[in-house]
């Protein structure tokens, strides 16, 4: 009795055994989904890889569809074997077929537990936790110690700034710069001149922003709009420049040449233009001369009380030679100045004999050359 009770026990355990495999095996259809990383903690944008593997216990090959559920908005992830993206695999009976999947975690995420399910559609589910260890952000911070810079039109500014990734991610940033037109931003991540910056999650670039003013600016303050920017944040920095304004005046003539002729004891005006070429208000600009002996020199206006930056106007010199001048050239010097500035123009005056001087010339050469000829013919033939 006791060898047929075990006999008997033996038999219902094996039909037992037999019918629970043929229910499992009926339950996944042979086909099971396998990682052993199930739960993983990560921070904001983090991709997580994993191998996941299809194992085929049945006895027939199995097409299998394999897919994500569950998937947050704004995370992706992708399916790849053999190099490939794919969304169905084909197992052999009794043979494991792996598949890469990755998992993206956005920088901009909640801190929090996420679930997720690989589902092989009719086979089985694999079920996968991340946690998220802490609140995500996409801030990007654009600073400088000094956003103020003073100087005059002709200068070059040159701020140093700090652009940091707060991101869980490495970012690229286009640099760009809102200026009217004329004005000139360059910058330089890293002291080397570009348009962007690339920088690892938390790391921060040192960049370089030299701002040169268009040429006549005027004197005043300006904003200087930088922005660091990428399809997910932008970071704003706006920098001043104040233009104090440069002095510069030019002096010469409506067409630039400074020459001119005279007769000796004769005088001539001249038109000269005077220009304020800087970029501040030039006030009481008056002139003095530098001339030769014995000439004279006048000009009217004598003094402009104002000449605000890029005018100009007329003034005119009177030139007068000296009676008994030689004839040839002479230098005469005019300068325009102000407390701050000063132009001098060397003007060269050709002095030429007057016409009587010219005839009573000739006809003292004529008068000799007869003297000549009557005492030649007189006394010639003695």
Do not use: C
Request: aromatic share 10%.
């Amino acid at each position: 009795m006791t060898t047929k009770k075990l006999h008997l026990e033996t038999f219902l355990f094996s039909l037992a055994f037999l019918f629970f495999f043929n229910f499992t095996a009926q339950a996944g259809n042979g086909i099971t989904l396998y990682t052993p990383y199930t739960n993983v903690s990560v921070p904001p944008g983090e991709s997580i890889d994993y191998t996941v593997d299809v194992k085929n216990y049945g006895s027939q090959l199995r097409h299998v569809d394999i897919s994500l559920s569950g998937l947050p908005k704004d995370w992706s992830s992708s399916l790849k074997a053999g190099g490939y993206s794919i969304n169905r695999i084909s197992v052999l009976p009794g043979e494991k077929k792996s598949v890469s999947l990755t998992i993206n975690v956005p920088s901009k995420v909640d801190k929090g537990t996420y679930k997720i399910r690989v589902i092989a559609k009719n086979y089985d589910v694999l079920p996968v936790v991340i946690d998220v260890s802490e609140q995500g952000t996409y801030k990007t911070e654009f600073t400088s110690d000094q956003i103020n810079m003073e100087g005059h039109s002709k200068s070059n500014f040159n701020f140093s700034a700090k652009l940091k990734n707060h991101t869980g991610e490495k970012q690229l940033y286009s640099l760009l710069a809102k200026v009217p037109r004329g004005w000139n931003v360059i910058f330089k991540p890293n002291y080397k001149q570009a348009t962007a910056v690339e920088i690892e999650p938390g790391n921060t670039a040192n960049i370089s922003i030299e701002v040169k003013p268009p040429y006549g600016i005027k004197a005043g303050t300006y904003k200087i709009p930088v922005q660091a920017a990428n399809k997910y944040s932008t970071a704003n920095l706006e920098l001043e420049v104040v233009i104090k304004g440069s002095y510069d005046l030019e002096l010469t003539t409506p067409t630039g040449l400074l020459s001119s002729s005279i007769t000796s004891g004769d005088e001539k005006k001249i038109e000269f233009v005077v220009k304020n070429s800087g970029s501040s208000r030039l006030s009481d600009i008056t002139f003095n001369s530098s001339k030769p002996k014995n000439w004279e020199i006048s000009i009217q206006p004598d003094i402009i009380p104002s000449l605000e930056a890029g005018a100009t106007t007329q003034v005119y010199a009177t030139i007068k030679s000296a009676d008994k001048s030689i004839p040839g050239d002479y230098i005469s010097k005019i300068t325009a100045k102000t407390p701050e500035i000063s132009s001098t123009a060397s003007l060269r005056v050709l002095v030429k004999t007057p016409l009587l001087w010219g005839w009573l010339g000739i006809l003292i050469i004529l008068g000799t050359l007869f003297a000549i000829y009557y005492l030649f013919k007189k006394y010639g033939r003695r």
